[in-house]
């Protein structure tokens, strides 16, 4: 659970956008809460919550973290060595 002050969360609740890893937690667990109590509590609602975040993880790290390592690497040149069959691809 996030732990933020009362004054944040109103804050959060009213339409400020999350500055801090706790905020943003907030603001997941309420759209969380949300959709928990439109749909009930059940294992089935408990898995597709699970698996929307998973999913959401892996979008984000896939379209942009990713593409970010990428030109860092670039950049910063690489800390992994290539093999040397990979070279010649």
Partial sequence: ???IRKIE???IEQGRTPSTPGE???CFTLLINEYL???GE???TYNDIIGA???CKL???RRKIGTYEDKKTLENGDVY???KEWKTL
């Fill in 1 to 3: 659970m996030p732990y």
């Fill in 9 to 11: 969360r109103k804050e």
């Fill in 24 to 26: 943003l937690n907030y």
């Fill in 37 to 39: 109590n439109t749909l």
């Fill in 42 to 44: 059940r294992y089935q």
């Fill in 53 to 55: 975040l998973e999913c």
């Fill in 59 to 61: 979008e984000l790290y």
């Fill in 81 to 83: 060595e290539v093999p």
